[in-house]
């Protein structure tokens, strides 16, 4: 069965320290792997896509990278507008399964 | 260029009642995607549109259904509604056959049953 997992469900860092967000996932035919970050009552927002092992991706302070079983996003310095859920989600044929995420707190 | 919208933002609806959400995908998209939030957990999928045919179903009732039109706008309906219906529903539009694709999310509706 196709299933994502998503590591802490919660962590709160002070601002400037750098952390990562694990996604362990097992799915049949990955044809992708996403994050995004989520704001309190709003719908996710796009970070990154990852389609094969060894590929990293970077925007700003986070950075994301993939293995055949797991993916990480590394959070360098971050700030207090950083704060959000995390949400790791995998495509296996046309659906996407959404892990249920890490709640990043950071405090000033 | 307008993103993914959905209307309306908030809705209470009674128990037994009946529902329906409205999406209009990112100018460009033709696949729309709905998705069930419920507090504290990630999206889990509904259904999946393309060309006005339900293409892809997850583990939901027949209560659950949903259109999409030839401009690719689409409706979720939910009928008999539960008091565990309540959550914010997501949808997300697409490109088909791009490969892995890329879902821009609108903003969800809130629906809260009472």
């Known amino acids: 069965e196709d299933q994502v997992t998503q590591s802490p469900e919660a962590l709160r860092l002070q601002e400037g320290e750098s952390s990562s967000l694990n996604c362990s996932y097992t799915?049949?035919?990955?044809?992708?792997l996403f994050w995004y970050r989520q704001d309190p009552g709003k719908g996710p927002e796009f970070l990154f896509t990852l389609y094969s092992a060894g590929e990293e991706k970077e925007k700003e302070r986070l950075k994301a990278t993939l293995t055949k079983k797991e993916s990480f996003l590394h959070i360098t310095a971050p700030k207090p507008e950083d704060s959000a859920t995390y949400l790791c989600?995998?495509?296996?044929?046309?659906?996407?399964?959404f892990g249920s995420g890490t709640r990043l707190s950071i405090r000033p | 260029d307008a993103g993914v919208t959905q209307s309306p933002t908030h809705l209470i609806k009674t128990r037994g009642q009946q529902v329906t959400l409205r999406c209009s995908p990112k100018s460009g998209h033709d696949t729309v995607s709905w998705y069930q939030q419920a507090l504290g957990q990630g999206p889990q999928f509904i259904f999946q549109?393309?060309?006005?045919?339900?293409?892809q179903r997850g583990n939901f009732p027949d209560r659950f259904s949903g259109h999409q039109f030839p401009n690719y706008s689409s409706e979720l309906n939910v009928n008999a509604l539960l008091l565990g219906d309540s959550a914010l529903y997501l949808c997300?539009?697409?490109?088909?056959?791009?490969?892995?694709?890329?879902?821009?999310f609108g903003q969800g509706t809130r629906l809260t049953v009472v």
């Open positions: 549109y393309y060309e006005e045919e339900e293409r």
């Open positions: 799915v049949s035919g990955l044809r992708g």
């Open positions: 997300a539009s697409s490109i088909s056959d791009s490969g892995a694709e890329k879902a821009f």
């Open positions: 989600a995998v495509q296996s044929a046309s659906k996407i399964i």
